[in-house]
């Protein structure tokens, strides 16, 4: 007859081994997954790099759309306009969709915003080609005044960037470049 505190296939005064991780295997699996985050993080960068350049694209494309739709459906000017513009990275900082009620093409205090964006990381540069500061859509959805505008949406990361063109009609036209510095 077997004991009734024993388990079968043990020794007498054996401890049973407690549940877990002994040190050695938590180590070792600590360098391993050290090792493996060393050799994946200039991907992982490179990655968060583009998908943040892919988002600044989408949100220009996206405010100039609101934009255009907002004037159309308002009766009255909206603009779009850089909050602090520095030359070569005008809309890098940011910019508000507004009711531009005075026509002038600018905001100005006491203009309805109706979207603000917020600025982007430091290696994200939006500029206009042209350096305009602010795009302007009249009541019938058309640029006031009717010239195409460039955007150039560029990463001091990597050379491959996006151009916006903003054409009189109104429309917005993503496409890749490579023209970035």
Known sequence: MQHP?????????????APGFSLVEMLTTMSILAILLVIASPGLASLTSANALSSAQGDLASAMMLARGEAMKRGVP?????????????FSAGW????????????????????????????IHLSTTSGATAV??????????????????CSSATTKGY???VEP????DVADSTSCP
């Open 136 to 153: 302007s859509f009249s009541p019938r959805g058309y640029l006031a005044p009717t010239t195409l505008v460039t955007f150039m949406v």
């Open 169 to 172: 009609v109104g429309l917005a």
């Open 163 to 165: 151009r916006v063109l």
């Open 78 to 90: 909206v603009g779009v306009a850089a909050t602090a513009p520095v030359a070569g990275a005008e």
């Open 96 to 123: 508000n969709v507004f009711v531009d009620t005075n026509g002038n093409g600018r905001y100005d205090v006491g203009e309805t915003i109706v979207r603000q964006q917020a600025a982007y990381r430091r290696d």
């Open 5 to 17: 505190f024993r388990f079968p296939g043990r020794r007498a005064g054996a401890r049973p081994r």
